[in-house]
């Protein structure tokens, strides 16, 4: 049975903004055909046609040539902005030269609104989700049940704090609608009990959808407890190797909720990397403050990874049995 490999053959920019999860961009048209296209189409629709054939004829060319994604042990499957000529132009060669391959119809704008629409129900899934004040290693427990956990600071890459960016290494977030792409793949994926974190509404600029908001924070909770040293451990893990750019534009962004007599502290730390010192002080001085408490239906200490996730994996068979 052939791999099959998804194609999007819309401009990079397009691409750049959203795309399916997982497809490989194989421009027919670069952004600037793409636009030079564009404005010509509206006066001019048959020299459009005319001169956006050959660059697709040259830009397919040169994908056939020199990469080995188009090879016949790999179904294709296409799309373009609306299931149009781009997608078509491409799929008519390779349909001929013999390769199995099909288009997407209705191309991204289709697949786009069938996102939307799964993600305006509420999900099938049974949610454990984990609480806790910062530092409590929810991030590791989450990563540790990737199989069946759906880590919503890895989808949206942001850490959901005032130092979040640290998550995306200060690159920047996807769109949106990048962001709703991704989550709906895994809600697609992960069936069942679905460990998750109970993430505030907005992340960065990335905004829960209500539907899984809702769901999530009226799931299992369970608050996870640690010791200030293992938190601040984590801590100093995660963030020391923060530019001191980033570090004290994060810290202009928290200077209104600290005191200003830790958050000198904090700086006089900072000019000597004393990292123990500052995550401990941001810790106990503001975040813990800013935290709100949930009621929860289990706590347990995560000062033992390997014991935490032990307990919550016993939790989550045990409400797989009773749900039976």
């Known amino acids: 049975m052939r791999e099959t490999k998804i194609i999007d053959v819309r401009s990079p920019r397009e691409f750049l903004y959203a795309h399916i999860p997982n497809a490989l961009n194989f ?25 956006g054939s050959v ?33 078509k132009s491409l799929w008519s060669i390779l349909r001929e030269i013999g390769f199995d391959c099909e288009r997407i119809e209705g191309g991204y704008k289709q697949y786009r609104q069938e996102v939307l629409e799964r ?57 949106c609608a990048m962001f709703e792409n991704l989550l709906d793949e895994q809600l697609c994926i992960k069936e069942g009990c679905v460990l998750i974190e ?4 907005k992340m960065g600029r990335i905004i829960i959808p209500n539907t899984l908001f809702e769901a999530m924070h009226q799931g299992i909770k369970i608050m996870i407890k640690s010791s200030m040293e293992k938190r601040v451990e984590r801590i100093v893990k995660m963030y020391s190797c923060i530019s001191e750019e980033h570090f004290l534009h994060s810290m202009q962004k928290i200077r209104p909720y600290m005191p200003r007599v830790f958050y000198d502290e904090v700086l006089r730390s900072w000019d000597v990397r004393d990292y123990e010192q500052i995550a401990s002080i941001l810790l106990e001085k503001y975040y813990d403050h800013v935290y709100r408490q949930n009621q929860c239906d289990f706590m347990l200490c995560s000062d033992d990874m390997d014991a935490a996730y032990q307990e919550i994996c016993h939790l989550k068979e045990e409400l797989e049995k009773n749900s039976l």
């Open 27 to 51: 421009p027919v048209l670069n952004d600037a055909q793409h636009e030079e296209i564009g404005t010509l189409y509206r006066h001019d629709p048959f020299g459009a046609k005319k001169k």
């Open 55 to 87: 660059y697709i004829c040259q830009n397919i060319a040169s994908f056939l040539e020199d990469e080995p994604i188009f090879h016949p042990k790999f179904k294709l499957i296409l799309y373009c902005a609306r299931g149009g000529q781009r997608s």
């Open 119 to 175: 993600l305006s129900k509420r999900p099938k899934q049974k949610f454990l989700t984990l609480y806790g004040a910062t530092g409590c290693g929810k991030s590791e427990l989450i990563e540790r049940a990737y199989l069946w956990s759906i880590d919503l600071e890895g989808l949206s890459k942001h850490y959901g704090s005032s130092f979040g960016d640290q998550a995306n290494h200060f690159l920047g977030q996807p769109s």
């Open 198 to 201: 109970g993430e505030s509404k």
